[in-house]
């Protein structure tokens, strides 16, 4: 290897660590300013809240698999799994409550807290998930 590429090949490895170091600063950033200004119960949603009126003005999104989303969800939600709502943030709309949800809740915590982290304030999670919906929704369709 002549010293030329030596000196392109240090280059780009240099450059290519260098970006990820800045994203993920800027990620904590972003994550830290999040938690120490959020309320303590923020970003949550309880079965029993949602009445006529949120389940009509609410988007669900169910952050299941597929699989699971076509053995039953929720009517009228839609399908996003937890790992790709950044990559689909635009089918989330921010003019109006989008509840996420999983079977339980904590693969949807996942994805809600990493749109709140986005900047996506209008996104709940609903504790207990599907199953708590199932259970202990105070309203149903």
């Not at 290519?16 to 119960?41: C, R």
């Not at 999104?61 to 699989?67: F, I, K, L, P």
């Not at 509840?99 to 504790?127: E, K, P």
Request: aromatic letters at 10%.
């Amino acid at each position: 290897m002549t010293p030329r590429h030596l000196l392109a090949a240090i280059s780009f490895a240099i450059a290519t660590h260098a970006v990820p170091a800045s994203a993920q600063d800027a990620a904590i950033d972003a994550m830290q300013e999040y938690m120490m200004f959020s309320e303590y119960e923020a970003g949550i949603i309880l079965p029993q809240q949602i009445d006529s009126d949120v389940f009509e003005t609410a988007l669900f999104v169910d952050t299941r698999d597929a699989g699971q989303f076509e053995e039953g969800t929720i009517p009228g939600a839609v399908n996003i799994e937890w790992r790709e709502v950044l990559d689909r943030i635009d089918d989330i709309p921010e003019d109006r409550m989008t509840i996420l949800f999983c079977n339980t809740g904590s693969l949807s915590a996942q994805a809600a807290f990493a749109l709140r982290v986005a900047g996506r304030s209008n996104v709940v999670v609903m504790q207990t998930g599907f199953t708590g919906w199932q259970q202990d929704a105070a309203w149903k369709p």
